[in-house]
């Protein structure tokens, strides 16, 4: 193992311009799940993962999940692509989850370069759409493969991929898809892995035990048939608008407190034992206050910070359609408007129970307007939480990997964000479930100008070639 580790280490600092390379080929395909016009780039991107995998000599399945509604028509669902690499039966079977596909992105959302076009700065960042969330880590798991293959080493596992395009819109089929492979194609499969996560901090790995679900909302109010002249009809209509901006904004405190009565009532207690594990963790204050860009945190002090960051849930609100938001100036009554909004879920909390108290809420506060709109509040979606416990031999494998890799433990800590198919993948599988993070908390996913550091792109492959031979001591 050592030998083999060296060599492979080796192997990474010498090559560090063609792996950069192989990301940026991925990373030039615009694969945007959620526009029906890049629908057919999500599939040159499927192409692209399936075609790599088979020149490596994989076996290679693409399922697929079906069709979807979106934008006003009937489009294919992107494959799931299923590859398998070795059929020892004395080795661990260990799968390898990630998504090909990316969020939308437009050079004048504010990306100081084109987002399809990978750029490797001066100060060490591989910017691009994608990069961090999630074609890094997919990459860096195919290529961890392909060195074995150009070497000639044995893989001291069976290794298996499930590479899907609809993450960004929610997974749709893929529950089914694993459901139906899970005494298939996955049928023996010891340990799931999942890398669609980052470190918490910019300087210090970490393991993630803990993810929390989400359910998605939607507050549709509607009053005239049509968009009015403000100054015809202002003061004689009762506004849409008015009425959801009320809704929205009796949801949630300007300091975090959600008014949903119950919400709080499923919640895991807090232990005097899990209590401690806040204190002494690397991410601060002031790297926090960097993200955002100056000091509007909620809380003062840290502990409380890290904990309504993943063991609370959380309510945000994410926009308004129907509304003006043009430059300029528009004098106009909208005559339907739909407000959106998300409620992150954890331990104990049922998305059944979220749903049911959410919707009494609205059309409580609703019914004290006395509005003469209409209302109609909708589940857009819903996705589970996931945890469990650090001490875990999988969790133990990883860190052992990662000491090896980075010089230093890593931490232990629990995710804000959602992947409601980590769940599926435990219960469905029956196998434990390893979160291992490749970028930080401030690549800056979903957003403008996302990166994945060149170090942490490297060395995350590093920890993928250690973590398959700690795999292989279970």
């Not at 803990?210 to 009762?238: E, K, T």
Request: with cysteine; net charge negative; glycine share 10%.
């Amino acid at each position: 193992m050592e030998d083999n580790l060296s060599t492979f280490f080796n192997y990474v600092n010498e090559n560090s311009q063609y792996l950069i390379g192989t990301l940026r080929e991925a990373v030039a395909i615009p694969s945007v799940s959620s526009d029906a016009k890049k629908r057919s780039e999500v599939f040159r991107m499927a192409d692209w993962v399936k075609d790599r995998l088979v020149k490596l000599g994989a076996d290679v399945k693409t399922v697929d999940p079906g069709t979807q509604e979106l934008q006003g028509q009937t489009v294919q669902l992107p494959p799931v692509i299923l590859s398998r690499y070795g059929n020892d039966s004395n080795k661990k079977n260990i799968l390898v989850y990630g998504h090909y596909d990316v969020q939308p992105a437009l050079k004048s959302d504010g990306w100081e370069t084109d987002p399809f076009d990978l750029v490797e700065t001066e100060d060490g960042r591989l910017v691009g759409r994608g990069s961090s969330d999630d074609k890094g880590p997919v990459i860096g798991w195919i290529l961890t493969l392909e060195a074995f293959i150009k070497h000639g080493i044995d893989l001291p596992v069976n290794l298996l991929f499930c590479f899907e395009g609809m993450e960004e819109s929610g997974s749709i089929g893929l529950e089914k898809v694993v459901g139906d492979e899970a005494s298939n194609w996955f049928k023996g499969v010891d340990y799931t892995t999942i890398s669609d996560v980052g470190w918490s901090s910019k300087d210090k790995p970490c393991i993630d035990f803990g993810i929390r679900g989400m359910n998605y909302f939607s507050i549709n109010v509607s009053g005239p048939v049509a968009d009015l002249h403000s100054g015809v009809f202002g003061g004689v209509v009762q506004e849409p608008m008015v009425v959801l901006t009320k809704l929205l904004a009796g949801l949630v405190e300007v300091d975090g407190k959600i008014n949903i009565a119950g919400i709080h009532d499923q919640v895991m207690k807090l232990t005097e034992e899990e209590e401690k594990t806040y204190h002494g963790l690397s991410l601060t204050r002031e790297a926090l206050e960097n993200d955002v860009g100056g000091d509007c945190l909620m809380e003062k002090d840290m502990v409380q910070l890290l904990m309504h960051k993943g063991r609370y849930p959380s309510l945000s609100v994410h926009g308004i359609e129907g509304a003006f938001y043009d430059p300029g100036s528009k004098t106009v009554i909208p005559a339907s408007v739909k407000g959106k909004f998300s409620i992150r879920t954890v331990p104990n909390m049922e998305p059944e129970t979220v749903k049911k108290i959410t919707f009494d809420h609205v059309h409580k506060e609703f019914a004290k307007l006395n509005s003469k709109c209409k209302l109609e509040v909708e589940e857009l979606s819903n996705g589970m939480w996931w945890y469990a416990s650090p001490d875990l031999p999988i969790n133990v494998a990883a860190s052992k990997a990662m000491k090896r890799v980075y010089g230093t433990e890593p931490e232990y800590v629990r995710e804000g964000g959602s992947i409601p198919i980590t769940i599926v993948f435990q219960e469905q599988l029956k196998a434990d479930v390893l979160l291992l993070p490749m970028g930080t908390c401030g690549d800056g996913a979903h957003s403008t100008n996302e990166k994945l550091d060149k170090f942490n792109y490297l060395e995350g492959i590093k920890q993928f070639f250690a973590l398959l031979y700690e795999f292989s001591l279970l």
